[in-house]
C-alpha cells in the first residue's frame, strides 16, 4: 500500500483540518499519516482556541515518520508561526522528501489573514520552493504573486508568476470568486484548465484541505500530476454532491461518500442473522 503524510492542524470537529486530510487519504486508497502542528477547539461555527505544536515536537513527529514509514506523497496545511515552517522544511530536505503538496494556507476565502509577516516570509523563503504543485486559492495567488485577480487571464498570469518564482507547478483554484468551480494548473510553461461542476452546498468546510489531500495521495499512488488533480476534482465533487448537513454552521462533507463495505450499516439494515 501506498503511503501519504498530512502535516497540519488538527479540526476537533472533524472537517478540516488532519482529519479531514486522513479520511481523504483513506478514501482515495493510500495509507494515512500525520504530524500535528496545533490543536484546536472548534466547530462548524468557528474557532474558539488553538494550542500550537512546539517547534521540537513537531520535529519529533517527523522524525519518527520520516525514519519508519517513509511517505510516497507529502501535504502541507495550514502552519502558523515561522519557527513551526522552518522545522518542516528542514525535515523535508533532511529525508528528501518526494511528491510534495503544499496548500500555502494564508488568507480564507473572504480575503482574512491568517499568518503573521513573518510567517508568511518563512513560508515562501522556505517551504514553497520545496514543493511539488502549489494549490492556492485566490487570495492567496494575489499575495504570493503581487497581482489582483479578477479572471481567468489573471489566473493564468499569477500562476505563471508563482510558479517561475518557486520552481514548481501551481494550481490556482477558482472558487466562487473568479471562475466558479475552475482551477487552473501552470507547469513548465504550460496552463491546464479543470472545469468544475457548480454543486449547491453551503457545506464547504475543508475543501482546500480536501482538494490537496486527494492529490498527495493520487500522487503517492503514481498518477501524474494532471491525472491526480482531475481525480482529486472529481472526488471533491462527490464530497460536496453527497449534501451532507451537519451543525449548526458551514458544515463538513462526506469525505466517504464511495465507500462501500458490510461494516458501514446500521442495524436497521441488517437482516435477521445479524
Known amino acids: 500500500m501506498k503511503t501519504a503524510l498530512t502535516i497540519a492542524g488538527s479540526d476537533s470537529s472533524g472537517g478540516?483540518?488532519?482529519?479531514?486530510?486522513?479520511?481523504?487519504?483513506?478514501?482515495?486508497?493510500?495509507?494515512?499519516?500525520?504530524?500535528?502542528?496545533?490543536?484546536?477547539?472548534?466547530?462548524?461555527?468557528?474557532?474558539?482556541?488553538?494550542?500550537?505544536?512546539?517547534?521540537?515536537?513537531?520535529?519529533?513527529?517527523?522524525?519518527?515518520?520520516?525514519?519508519?514509514?517513509?511517505?510516497?506523497?507529502?501535504?502541507?496545511?495550514?502552519?502558523?508561526?515561522?519557527?513551526?515552517?522552518?522545522?518542516?522544511?528542514?525535515?523535508?530536505?533532511?529525508?528528501?522528501?518526494?511528491?510534495?503538496?503544499?496548500?500555502?494556507?494564508?488568507?480564507?476565502?473572504?480575503?482574512?489573514?491568517?499568518?503573521?509577516?513573518?510567517?508568511?516570509?518563512?513560508?515562501?523563503?522556505?517551504?514553497?520552493?520545496?514543493?511539488?504543485?502549489l494549490t492556492p486559492n485566490i487570495p492567496e495567488a494575489e499575495v504570493l504573486s503581487g497581482e489582483p485577480i479578477a479572471g481567468p487571464e489573471d489566473m493564468e498570469r499569477a500562476a505563471r508568476s508563482i510558479g517561475v518564482r518557486y520552481g514548481c507547478a501551481v494550481l490556482c483554484k477558482g472558487g466562487h470568486r473568479v471562475s466558479d468551480a475552475d482551477d487552473l494548473l501552470w507547469r513548465s510553461g504550460v496552463c491546464t484548465w479543470f472545469r468544475g461542476r457548480r454543486i449547491d452546498n453551503p457545506n464547504t468546510h475543508g475543501t482546500g484541505c480536501t482538494l490537496s489531500s486527494a492529490i498527495a495521495s493520487n500522487l503517492a499512488k503514481g498518477f501524474g500530476l494532471e491525472q491526480a488533480v482531475e481525480r482529486a476534482k472529481d472526488y471533491l465533487s462527490g464530497a460536496l454532491g453527497a449534501m451532507l448537513d451537519l451543525g449548526a454552521g458551514q458544515g463538513p462533507m462526506d469525505h466517504l461518500h464511495s465507500l462501500s463495505g458490510a461494516f458501514l450499516g446500521g442495524p436497521e439494515e441488517r437482516g435477521c442473522g445479524g
Open 16 to 133: 478540516a483540518g488532519i482529519q479531514a486530510d486522513i479520511k481523504t487519504m483513506c478514501a482515495n486508497g493510500v495509507y494515512a499519516m500525520s504530524a500535528i502542528t496545533a490543536l484546536t477547539a472548534q466547530n462548524t461555527t468557528g474557532v474558539s482556541g488553538i494550542l500550537e505544536s512546539t517547534p521540537e515536537f513537531l520535529a519529533s513527529q517527523l522524525d519518527c515518520i520520516f525514519t519508519d514509514i517513509f511517505p510516497d506523497a507529502v501535504k502541507t496545511g495550514m502552519v502558523s508561526s515561522a519557527p513551526l515552517i522552518r522545522v518542516i522544511a528542514d525535515k523535508l530536505r533532511q529525508y528528501r522528501a518526494k511528491n510534495i503538496v503544499v496548500d500555502p494556507v494564508m488568507v480564507s476565502t473572504s480575503g482574512f489573514r491568517l499568518l503573521s509577516e513573518d510567517a508568511v516570509k518563512a513560508l515562501k523563503e522556505q517551504l514553497l520552493p520545496l514543493a511539488s504543485v
